[in-house]
């Protein structure tokens, strides 16, 4: 069975830090595009960031550049999102997902393209 599980969410202050975790089974990481999207309660879901099967190719919503940091650990089949600076707007349920490619250098947060979820994890950033 393939699935994504997100850890990592919390509650944290602003100016703070959460890494949030994207770990894969029944399937690899390899031949998909990783990418994370948000979702704040009454507004529609917003691509965040997304690594291509490469891992050289990122992309970063204008929202969250410079603050937000995509990675991937191949090994441990897991894709990160490390996220500093954090603001009150930042609040939201987080989602990673994935759809397969023949693409090695490609990525985009077109969330129509993404065939596998995951559950989500919540991050609420304080004033």
């Known amino acids: 069975e393939v699935q994504l599980v997100e850890s990592g969410g919390g509650l944290v202050q602003a100016g703070g830090s959460l890494r949030l975790s994207c770990a894969a089974s029944?399937?690899?990481?390899?031949?998909?595009?990783i990418g994370w999207f948000r979702q704040a309660p009454g507004k529609e879901r917003e691509g965040v960031s997304c690594?291509?099967?490469?891992?050289?190719?990122?992309y970063y919503a204008d929202s969250v550049k410079g603050r937000f940091t995509i990675s991937k650990d191949s090994a441990k089949n897991t894709v990160y999102l490390q996220m500093n600076s954090l603001k009150p707007e930042d609040t939201a349920v987080y989602y990673c997902a994935a759809h397969r490619t023949s693409h090695w250098y490609y990525c985009s947060t077109y969330g129509l393209l993404y065939t596998n979820w995951g559950q989500g994890t919540q991050v609420i950033v304080s004033s």
């Open positions: 690594i291509s099967r490469s891992g050289g190719t990122t």
């Open positions: 029944g399937f690899t990481f390899d031949g998909y595009v």
